[in-house]
C-alpha cells in the first residue's frame, strides 16, 4: 500500500517529467543565467556599494549613508540634482510645445510633404544625440557662425550672445533631439482619433474650441502625456549632450562621470546611480500608470475619413511653422556635413576646403571603426539571440513570474547609460572574481544589457501576431517542439528578429554614455573619438567622423524603411 | 487497424488550487467506436474543446484516463500520438505554400521526396483541390473553403489515428458551411479515420455525426443518433439544446403504467403516453410538471377540435419556406415565454394579433418534471 502510493507520488511525476520533451527548458535557462550574473548581481551589487565609504573597494563591515549625505552637503552635488531637475522638466515642457501643435499641424491641417516631414521629423532621435550638441558648439559657440552673425545685428543695441555652452544650450540642444518623441506620438494619437466621435459632437451643436476641449483633447491626453514622460526619462538619462556642451554645469549622468574618472570612487558614483535610477524608476511608473489609461482610444471599430483644415491661413502658418522646427533639428547634421569638409569655421563662412578630414580617418582612427564594427555586430549578435528566447518565454509559456522578467528585461531601457556602466564596473572590475575590466567582453555585456530590449520588443510585437494555434498543429503533426521552432516560429518571427537587430545595431554604433566608462586603450570606438576630438577642439575630424556615421546609420535605416514599411519610425517611438 | 477511443472517468481543473479554479470537465467517461465520426455538442464553455485538447495531449488531465484501443495514452506527448487536428482558425502557415503546408506531417516524419509527393496528390485529390495544387499559391491567397481543404488535407496526410475537428466550419459563411459539412462527412467516410467533430451548432452536429453527446458545464448529458437524441432527449437541457423545444407548465391528476394525466391550468385534461415520461421516475398526484411538444406537434386552429387545446393570440408569422412558423403567446399560468408551432402551410383566415386555439398532439408529446434543468 505504502509502496504504491510513494509510485504515485514520486516515480510517475519523474516518469512523465522526463517523458517530456526537454529542449525548451535547456535552451531557456541561458538567457536566465545571463541576466542573474550580468544585470541582477551588477544592480545588487551597485546597490550595496551605494552604503559603503568612498573608494571602489567592496567591504560590507561599514555601510552607511555618507555618500547620500553629499547631496545635502555638496553644492556640486545639489546643484547636478537641481540642474538634472531643472533640465529634464524644461525640455520636457519645450518638446510638448514644439511636439503637439507640429503632430496637430500634420494630422489635421492640410500641408504639404507630410510625409517627408514624417520620416525627416524621426532623424534626431535616430541619429547620434552628442553629435547634435557639438555642432550647435560650432554654430553657437565661442567661435560660433551664427552666434557671429546674430551678435553683428544685436551689438548695435547693446545685446551680446553669450557662448552656448551651460544650461541653455543643454536645453536647446536635448529638445530639438527629444521633440520627435511627442510629434510621433501626438501625431499618431491626433489622426487615429475616431473623427465620427468629433462629428457627433457637432452635430449635437458643439462649438470647434468646445469638441477639441471636451472631445479631441481628453482622448489624446495619455498618448501625450505618455511622450512627455518619455522625454523626461530621455533627458534626466542623457550624458552626452551635457558633457560635450553642458560646460560648467553637471548633472546626474555627468556626475557619475566624473567621480568614476576623477576620483576612482565607484561606491559614491553608486550612490549618484541609484539616485539617478529613483528618479527614472518613479517617473517610469507614473508612465505606466499614464499608458494604461491610453485604453479607450480603440473602443470603436467604425470610423470615417479624417476632415483636413483647408483655410490659407491655417496652411501657411502650419507650414512655416513645422519648417522652422525642422530646420532648426536638422541643423546639426547639415552643419556637421560642411564643417567635414573645412579646415575651419570660426568666421560667417567656413575657411580652407579639404578632404584632408577625411583622407586622415583610415591613419587616425583605423582601430576606432574596426572595434565599433566588430563590438556592435558582437553584440547585435547575442543581443537578437537572448531578446528572442526571452520574448519566446515570456510571451508563450507565460511562466509564473513572467512580468519580473518582463521587467528585468525592460529595466535596462530607462537605466540611464552611464549606471549600467557603474553596474558592470562595480561587479567585474579589480578585485571581483570575473575580472572584465578594460576588454571588448565588459563593453559587449554592456550593450546585450541595454539593447536587448530592442530585440524582446520587436520580437514580442511578431509573436503576439503569430497564432498559437500554427505551433500547437505542428506538435500535433508529431514534430517536436525544437523541430516546431525552426521551422514553424522562427520563419515568421525572424522579421521580428531582424528590424530588432538593425535598430540595436545602428543606435550600438553612436553608443556613448556607457562606452566611456568602459573603454580601455585597446576598446575605444567611433564616438569616443569623436567625443576626444571634440574636446581637443578638432572639429574638422570630428566633423568627418560623425558624417561617417550619419550617412551609415542614414543608410541602414533608410534601408530598412524601404522594405518594412513605416515600422522602423515605430520603433523608436516608445524608445 | 483503426481502434475505439475510450475516456474513463476524465476530469480537467484548470488554475486547480488556485481560486480562480475552473472545473471543465467532470468524471466524463464514453467510448467513440472505431472509424465513427462523433460529434461533441454544447453551448460555449461546457468542456468540448477541452476534450479535444485532451485528446490531442495539449492539456494535461487532472485525473482519469484516455485510452486508444487498449493503449492509455494519457501521458504520451502530443507529437507521439499520430493525431490529426483541424483548427477552427485553419492555423495555415503562411510562410509555406500549399504543397508544404500539406506536406508538413510528412516532412516531420522523415519520408523521402518521392513517397511524400505521392502522398500529398493522394490526399489532396480527395479533399478535390487538385487544381489549387498545380498553382501551388501561398495558403493566404485562398478562398476560405479551400484554406479549410487544406487543413484537412494537412491533417490526413499522415493517415493519423485519429482526425479531431475544432469547430471547423466556423470561420466559414452559412452556405459554405452547409456544403462543407457535407464534404466533411464524405471525406471521413472514404478514410474511415475515427474523427471528433466539435461545434456548438446543433443543426451541424446532427448533419455530420453518426453520433453526439451532449455537453453542459463540463459533463456528458446524453449521448446517442441524431435521431435518438431528438425523439428521445433525457432532460429538459438536450431536449432544448436539440431543435426547438416548447415547455408549459402542467400538474399531474393520475397516472398508470401507460398513461399519465395532467392538467393544465385551465382546467384541460392531457393523456400523455407513459412512454414519453423522462422524469421524474415515479410522479405522484399533484406534481407540478413541465410538459415539452416540439413546434410540429403543436397546431393551430380556429374551431374548437376534439383534441384537447388552450387559447393563445398569434404575435408574429414568419414564412420560413418549407414550413410557416407562427410564434403564440399564451397565458404566463401556462407558460411564460411565447409558444413556437410550425404549420406545413399557411392557415389562411389566421393574422397576427388573431385570437386561436393551440391543438396538442398527444402522442408525441413529453413530460420532464422539474424545470430547474432547463
Known amino acids: 500500500m505504502k509502496m504504491a502510493s510513494f509510485f504515485k507520488k514520486i516515480v510517475i511525476p519523474i516518469k512523465r517529467f522526463f517523458q517530456k520533451d526537454l529542449t525548451p527548458y535547456i535552451v531557456f535557462s541561458i538567457p536566465l543565467i545571463f541576466l542573474v550574473v550580468f544585470l541582477f548581481w551588477p544592480l545588487a551589487n551597485t546597490f550595496i556599494r551605494a552604503f559603503m565609504d568612498k573608494g571602489s573597494k567592496f567591504d560590507l563591515s561599514h555601510l552607511n549613508l555618507n555618500n547620500f549625505r553629499k547631496f545635502l552637503e555638496s553644492p556640486l552635488y545639489q546643484k547636478s540634482l537641481r540642474n538634472s531637475f531643472f533640465l529634464s522638466i524644461s525640455v520636457m515642457i519645450f518638446s510638448l510645445l514644439i511636439g503637439i501643435p507640429m503632430g496637430y499641424i500634420v494630422a489635421r491641417v492640410q500641408i504639404p510633404a507630410k510625409n517627408l516631414l514624417l520620416s525627416l521629423g524621426i532623424l534626431p532621435v535616430i541619429m547620434p544625440s552628442f553629435v547634435g550638441a557639438f555642432s550647435w558648439i560650432i554654430l553657437l559657440g565661442r567661435q560660433g557662425v551664427l552666434r557671429h552673425a546674430l551678435n553683428a545685428i544685436l551689438l548695435p543695441i547693446g545685446i551680446e550672445l553669450p557662448p552656448i555652452y551651460g544650461m541653455f544650450g543643454m536645453i536647446l540642444t536635448m529638445t530639438l533631439t527629444y521633440y520627435p518623441f511627442v510629434f510621433l506620438l501626438s501625431y499618431s494619437a491626433f489622426s487615429s482619433a475616431n473623427p465620427l466621435l468629433e462629428e457627433a459632437a457637432m452635430l449635437m451643436g458643439a462649438s470647434k474650441w468646445r469638441i477639441f476641449r471636451t472631445i479631441t483633447l481628453p482622448l489624446i491626453l495619455p498618448s501625450i502625456g505618455a511622450s512627455g514622460l518619455l522625454v523626461f526619462i530621455r533627458s534626466i538619462g542623457s550624458f552626452g549632450i551635457p558633457a560635450i556642451i553642458g560646460g560648467q554645469q553637471y548633472v546626474l549622468p555627468t556626475l557619475i562621470y566624473f567621480r568614476v574618472n576623477g576620483f576612482w570612487d565607484l561606491n559614491g558614483a553608486s550612490a549618484i546611480a541609484v539616485v539617478n535610477v529613483i528618479i527614472t524608476a518613479a517617473v517610469l511608473m507614473v508612465q505606466k500608470y499614464v499608458v494604461s489609461k491610453r485604453e479607450y482610444e480603440t473602443i470603436t471599430t467604425s470610423r470615417s475619413e479624417q476632415k483636413l483644415y483647408s483655410h490659407w491661413a491655417a496652411r501657411l502658418f502650419g507650414t512655416v511653422f513645422c519648417l522652422i522646427v525642422l530646420i532648426l533639428s536638422l541643423a546639426p547634421q547639415i552643419t556637421i556635413i560642411i564643417m567635414s569638409f573645412f579646415e575651419k569655421w570660426h568666421g560667417l563662412a567656413p575657411e580652407g576646403f579639404t578632404l584632408k578630414n577625411y583622407a586622415r580617418i583610415p591613419q587616425v582612427s583605423r582601430r576606432e571603426l574596426t572595434n565599433s564594427i566588430y563590438l556592435s555586430s558582437m553584440a547585435t549578435f547575442f543581443a537578437a539571440i537572448l531578446g528572442s528566447i526571452i520574448a519566446y518565454i515570456t510571451e508563450r509559456r507565460k511562466p509564473k513570474g513572467s512580468a519580473v522578467l518582463d521587467m528585468a528585461i525592460m529595466a535596462p531601457f530607462v537605466l540611464p547609460g552611464t549606471v549600467v556602466a557603474v553596474a558592470l564596473i562595480s561587479a567585474f572590475s579589480g578585485d571581483s572574481i570575473i575580472s572584465l575590466g578594460g576588454t571588448f567582453a565588459i563593453i559587449i555585456i554592456a550593450y546585450m544589457i541595454r539593447r536587448t530590449p530592442y530585440v524582446y520588443r520587436s520580437v514580442v510585437a511578431s509573436l503576439t501576431q503569430l497564432d498559437p494555434k500554427l505551433e500547437e498543429s505542428s506538435i500535433i503533426a508529431g514534430a517536436t517542439w525544437f523541430y516546431t521552432f525552426r521551422r514553424v516560429s522562427l520563419p515568421l518571427i525572424l522579421p521580428g528578429i531582424i528590424s530588432g537587430s538593425i535598430l540595436t545595431f545602428t543606435t550600438l554604433l553612436q553608443e556613448l554614455s556607457t562606452t566611456i566608462l568602459l573603454y580601455g586603450p585597446k576598446t575605444r570606438t567611433v564616438p569616443i573619438q569623436i567625443y576626444a576630438a571634440v574636446a581637443d577642439g578638432k572639429m574638422g575630424e570630428a566633423s568627418a567622423l560623425s558624417t561617417v556615421l550619419l550617412v551609415v546609420v542614414f543608410i541602414i535605416v533608410y534601408l530598412m524603411n524601404t522594405f518594412q514599411g513605416n515600422k522602423m519610425a515605430d520603433s523608436f517611438k516608445m524608445g | ?374
Open chain 2, 1 to 374: 487497424m483503426k481502434k475505439p477511443l475510450q475516456y474513463d472517468r476524465v476530469n480537467k481543473i484548470f488554475n486547480e488550487g488556485s481560486k480562480h479554479a475552473v472545473h471543465a470537465l467532470r468524471d466524463v467517461s464514453f467510448a467513440i467506436n472505431a472509424g465513427e465520426l462523433f460529434c461533441l455538442l454544447g453551448p460555449s464553455g461546457c468542456g468540448k474543446t477541452t476534450i479535444l485538447r485532451c485528446t490531442a495531449g495539449l492539456e494535461s488531465l487532472t485525473s482519469g484516463h484516455i485510452l486508444y484501443g487498449d493503449q492509455d495514452i494519457t501521458s504520451i506527448p502530443p507529437y507521439r500520438r499520430n493525431i490529426g487536428m483541424v483548427f477552427q482558425s485553419f492555423a495555415l502557415y503562411p510562410h509555406m505554400n500549399v504543397f508544404e503546408n500539406v506536406a508538413y506531417g510528412l516532412r516531420v516524419r522523415k519520408l523521402d521526396d518521392k513517397e511524400v509527393k505521392r502522398k500529398v496528390n493522394q490526399i489532396i485529390e480527395l479533399v478535390g483541390l487538385a487544381d489549387v495544387l498545380r498553382r501551388n499559391p501561398s495558403p493566404t491567397a485562398l478562398s476560405g473553403g479551400q484554406q479549410q481543404r487544406v487543413a484537412i488535407a494537412r491533417a490526413l496526410v499522415y493517415d493519423p489515428d485519429v482526425l479531431l475537428l475544432d469547430e471547423p466550419l466556423a470561420n466559414l459563411d452559412a452556405k459554405l458551411r452547409r456544403y462543407m459539412r457535407a464534404e466533411i462527412r464524405r471525406i471521413q467516410k472514404a478514410t474511415n479515420i475515427t474523427t471528433i467533430f466539435v461545434t456548438h451548432d446543433q443543426e451541424e452536429a446532427m448533419a455530420v455525426g453518426d453520433r453526439l453527446a451532449v455537453l453542459r458545464d463540463g459533463i456528458v448529458e446524453q449521448i446517442g443518433t441524431s435521431n435518438e437524441l431528438y425523439h428521445n432527449p433525457c432532460n429538459a437541457f438536450v431536449a432544448n439544446f436539440i431543435g426547438k423545444m416548447n415547455f408549459f407548465y402542467a400538474q399531474i391528476l393520475a397516472c398508470d403504467s401507460h398513461w399519465v394525466k395532467a392538467t393544465l391550468y385551465d382546467g384541460t385534461l392531457l393523456s400523455i403516453p407513459r412512454k414519453n415520461y423522462r422524469e421524474p421516475i415515479h410522479p405522484i398526484r399533484g406534481d407540478r410538471i413541465l410538459i415539452a411538444a416540439r413546434p410540429e406537434h403543436l397546431s393551430i386552429s380556429t374551431e374548437a377540435s376534439s383534441s384537447p387545446s388552450i387559447a393563445g393570440q398569434v404575435s408574429i408569422i414568419q414564412h420560413l419556406g418549407h414550413i410557416v412558423r407562427y410564434e403564440v403567446d399564451v397565458a404566463p399560468e401556462f407558460s411564460d415565454q411565447p409558444l413556437e408551432i410550425d404549420m406545413d402551410s399557411l392557415v389562411e383566415s389566421v393574422r397576427e394579433k388573431d385570437n386561436i386555439r393551440i391543438v396538442f398532439d398527444q402522442q408525441k408529446i413529453a413530460v420532464y418534471g422539474s424545470d430547474a434543468s432547463r
